[in-house]
């Protein structure tokens, strides 16, 4: 499990400041570093929705969000993307995915469907297509597929960040 880089941390200060964020997605929660950093980034209104596929990882999260008082803002939902997004009904001003990229291409539909003009979506986990993390790991034609699909898409404005392999779209 690899937690987001602290660096990145004042990105979701940015991000919830330019979206007036007030309902926020993560898939991939892991032990809940980013989940709780986009907590208290949001401020006292703003609610965290992260889904986590891992029942142990999941686990700590809560346990971490309980010790810091973040349980009544930040909600883990337990499963796989693929099978709760489409579950999902409330509009998120900021989504961030940092799971398994081979499911991305099937979150389009569902990106969409979650978000309002003005959302931001983050996009973590693209390194494989670009040769990162050994360039030996499979799922690089679901990137492929994922990023060509969202840079296409009239409903996104996305951006990839050189070097960091990260995207980030705006939904217009
Ligand atoms: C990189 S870690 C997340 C780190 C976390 N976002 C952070 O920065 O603190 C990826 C997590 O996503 C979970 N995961 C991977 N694929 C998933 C999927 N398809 N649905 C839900 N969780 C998934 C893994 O179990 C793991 O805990």
Redesign the pocket.
């Given at each position: 499990?690899?937690?987001?880089d602290p660096f990145q941390a004042p990105l979701w200060t940015v991000l919830s400041s330019l979206t007036h964020a007030r309902r926020i997605l993560?898939?991939?929660?892991?032990?809940?570093?980013?989940?709780a950093v986009m907590a208290s980034a949001g401020g006292p209104d703003c609610r965290v929705d992260t889904?986590?596929?891992?029942p142990d990882?999941a686990e700590l999260a809560e346990q971490a969000f309980k010790q810091r008082g973040l349980s009544k803002r930040i909600c883990v939902l337990r499963?796989?993307?693929?099978n709760?997004l489409p579950r999902l009904k409330t509009r998120y001003d900021v989504v961030?995915l940092?799971?398994?990229w081979r499911?991305y291409p099937g979150y389009i539909p569902h990106l969409r469907r979650l978000t309002r003009p003005g959302s931001i979506i983050v996009t973590?986990?693209l390194n494989p297509l670009f040769g990162g993390w050994g360039g030996r790991l499979p799922g690089k034609p679901a990137i492929e597929s994922y990023l060509t699909r969202l840079l296409r898409d009239p409903q996104f404005r996305t951006y990839v960040v050189l070097g960091e392999w990260h995207s980030i779209s705006v939904r217009v």
């Open positions: 499990m690899f937690p987001s993560e898939v991939g929660c892991g032990h809940g570093y980013t989940a889904i986590e596929g891992d990882h499963g796989r993307g693929l709760l961030f940092d799971g398994d499911e973590a986990n």
